[in-house]
Every structure is written in structure tokens, then in C-alpha cells.
């Protein structure tokens, strides 16, 4: 099995900052793509920001230049550094990764179980 597991959400006035981390464990041999979406109410699921295992990077429109990702490849973990934050930022915030586990050959997607990110104005 594979847990993500993410911490950092919370309350946060706009213009202020938070920082997401999400961290992987279990049987894990390799994680390519890892990423972060989020979710707000009424709103389908939609992607803030991906880093490959090599340290590419993509971004929401709507968040470049505010957020960075991160990865730390021997930890299994990745970060999300949300700055100047917005409103329209307020959403449950899921960590994702492609995981390659021991024994297979297999790359499945694995979420972790959401944190909410509000930004009040």
C-alpha cells in the first residue's frame, strides 16, 4: 500500500502565506509526477502545480508567479509554497503522485485525503 499524507492547510488572511507538504510512504520502488490539485465548492478538480522526478515544473495560470512546488526525491515528499494568497485560492488542496510500487511493473495514481487552504478577505 501507499499513503500520501499532507499537512500546512489552514486560515490565512489574503496576502498571506502558507506552505503545503505532502509526503509518500509504503511500498514505494519509484514516484515519477508529482503534483497538486485542489478543489473548491460547487467547482471541479483542478491542477495548481506538477513537478517531474527530474525537477520540471507547471503551473495554474492563475498561480504563477505566487506558488512554487517542490520535491524532495529521497524523502518522497513535495511542498507547495503559496504566496500573496487569494480569495479565490480557498479550496481542499489534494497532493498527487504516480507511484511505481516493489514487485510491479504498474504506475498508479495515488491522492492524499485533502487539506483545506481559506483565504479570507
Known amino acids: 500500500q501507499v499513503q500520501l499524507v499532507e499537512s500546512g492547510g489552514g486560515l490565512v488572511q489574503a496576502g498571506g502565506s502558507l506552505r503545503l507538504s505532502c509526503a509518500a510512504s509504503g511500498s514505494i520502488f519509484s514516484i515519477n509526477g508529482m503534483g497538486w490539485y485542489r478543489q473548491a465548492p460547487g467547482k471541479q478538480r483542478e491542477l495548481v502545480a506538477s513537478?517531474?522526478?527530474?525537477?520540471?515544473?507547471n503551473y495554474a495560470d492563475s498561480v504563477k508567479g505566487r506558488f512554487t512546488i517542490s520535491r524532495d526525491n529521497a524523502k518522497n515528499t513535495v511542498l507547495l509554497q503559496m504566496n500573496s494568497l487569494k480569495p479565490e485560492d480557498t479550496a481542499v488542496y489534494y497532493c498527487n503522485a504516480e507511484v511505481r510500487r516493489y514487485y510491479s511493473l504498474t504506475w498508479y495514481d495515488y491522492w492524499g485525503q485533502g487539506t483545506q487552504v481559506t483565504v479570507s478577505s
Open positions: 513537478i517531474t522526478s527530474g525537477g520540471s515544473t
